[in-house]
């Protein structure tokens, strides 16, 4: 099974981009708020199915901070009882694992 269950992080619908101190550095417009929803979805890894991978390294594990596409996948929020939206996506979902700050894929 080449399956991955995943957590989808909470996303901002706040159309203003702040430094830590608080500044606006953006506005963004309805039409780019849209099309980074559509784009690419962050979310965090919760298992990872036996056959992920194939006979590669994993490229993630659970705990993990990944990026997906926005509609990939299944969704199985039925599989727990937290109150979160899960998603059984397929390894080669996976675009990316953030490392910190950074995405490193």
Request: with cysteine; aromatic share 10%.
């Amino acid at each position: 099974m080449d399956l991955i269950l995943v957590r989808l992080k909470e996303v901002s619908k706040s159309n203003e981009v702040k430094t830590d101190w608080g500044f606006v550095t953006e506005i963004k417009t309805d039409t780019k708020l849209e099309q980074e929803q559509f784009a690419t979805q962050e979310a965090y890894v919760v298992w990872v199915g036996p056959w992920a991978y194939g006979s590669q390294s994993a490229e993630c594990k659970e705990g993990d901070l990944v990026l997906i596409a926005k509609y990939s996948g299944e969704d199985r929020s039925d599989l727990t009882n937290d109150g979160a939206i899960h998603r059984l996506i397929l390894d080669k979902d996976i675009f990316g694992v953030f490392e910190g700050e950074e995405l490193c894929q």
